[in-house]
């Protein structure tokens, strides 16, 4: 299967984030998809990245704009993994929409 793009909407409050995400297999059985997530447009204050530890995956989105995740859960949808690392970034308060991108 080819990879999958989509474009996520994450609207908190008067604040928006536009990104980028694409979606694509990391194993033969399709029981591994890899996540990247790329800010596009974001009205969110970069933050820094931490000193003397990695960073997790909000940090790094949130201070570079972009964001890798693995998920081993293929019962999930693409947009689902995508609803679920946007809550966990933004807080369950956002408005998260996703659009397939071609």
């Not at 704009?65 to 693409?78: I, K, L």
């Not at 809550?87 to 397939?100: C, D, K, Y």
């Amino acid at each position: 299967m080819e990879p999958r793009n989509y474009i996520v909407t994450v609207d908190l409050g008067a604040d928006r984030v536009i990104l980028r995400c694409l979606v694509y297999f990391l194993d033969q059985t399709r029981g591994h998809r890899g996540f990247e997530f790329r800010q596009l447009v974001t009205a969110f204050p970069p933050t820094p990245l931490p000193v003397g530890r990695q960073a997790t995956f909000t940090e790094e989105l949130r201070a570079t704009g972009f964001a890798p995740y693995v998920s081993s859960t293929p019962e999930e949808t693409d947009e689902d993994v995508i609803r679920q690392r946007m809550m966990a970034v933004f807080g369950n308060q956002a408005q998260v929409r996703t659009q397939r991108a071609e």
